[in-house]
């Protein structure tokens, strides 16, 4: 079986301060690696996403990943938040079946807290 | 592309009652995803269709809890005689398979409190 986990609940950190949010992941098969961003009353949004390839992975508002095979990690980074970086990011995996993809299994979430 | 699309957003019932939810998918999509999310979790994988059959249901979907997508468009979750645990927000997702990857696409949620 697969599992996420994100090692912390909360992260705050000030304006314009870079900021890394973990993700460890556990899966004896090959996977598919997520983050997503959910603000608040609104639903997920896909940030990034890790398929094959190059290790690191840039998405959208800034952030990029870097997926690490041996240490089974997939942590989430910005060099330089913003106060509207405020949210809540869960990191996510999804089985690869060799031509189809799983389900997502989501991390408990880690909540971001810009403060200026 | 308006996205998809979930109503009711918010649903209050008592214990006891019967509730059901509806998704409509990004247009074209065809697969469809149900997910649980509650106060402090991610969410988690309750079922998911492939047109208008249902390939794949979670252990957490207990016999209170039915889906269905007639036609292979919206789809509906019922859950019968609602229990407090029920309560937690439900999220809809679609996809179009097209290869090995397909972008799972959510939906804004139904929150359902369970009095």
């Known amino acids: 079986a697969q599992s996420v986990t994100q090692l912390d609940s909360q992260v705050p950190v000030f304006e314009e301060a870079p900021v890394e949010l973990r993700c460890n992941y556990s899966s004896s098969v090959s996977v598919y690696l997520f983050w997503y961003v959910q603000y608040p009353n609104q639903g997920l949004q896909l940030l990034l996403k890790?398929?094959?390839?190059?290790?690191l992975v840039k998405g959208i508002n800034g952030f990029e990943a870097e997926f690490n095979k041996s240490q089974t990690s997939f942590h989430l980074r910005k060099p330089s938040v913003h106060i509207s970086d405020t949210a809540e990011y869960f990191c996510?995996?999804?089985?690869?079946?060799?031509?189809?993809?799983?389900?997502?299994?989501f991390g408990k979430g880690t909540k971001l807290s810009v403060k200026p | 592309d308006t996205g998809v699309s979930q109503n009711p957003r918010h649903k209050i019932t008592k214990r006891g009652q019967n509730v059901t939810f509806r998704c409509d998918p990004i247009s074209e999509h065809n697969r469809l995803y149900w997910y649980r999310q509650t106060l402090g979790q991610g969410p988690e994988f309750l079922t998911y269709?492939?047109?208008?059959?249902?390939?794949?249901k979670s252990r957490l979907l207990s016999d209170r809890f039915s889906a269905e997508r007639p036609k292979g468009s919206f789809s509906t979750l019922e859950i019968q005689r609602t229990e407090q645990g029920d309560s937690a927000m439900y999220l809809c997702?679609?996809?179009?398979?097209?290869?090995?990857?397909?972008?799972?696409?959510f939906g804004p949620g139904t929150r359902l409190t369970v009095l």
């Open positions: 996510a995996v999804s089985v690869d079946y060799g031509g189809s993809q799983g389900n997502l299994i």
């Open positions: 269709f492939q047109n208008e059959a249902q390939l794949e």
């Open positions: 997702a679609s996809s179009f398979r097209q290869g090995s990857y397909n972008e799972q696409f």
């Open positions: 890790y398929l094959s390839g190059s290790t």
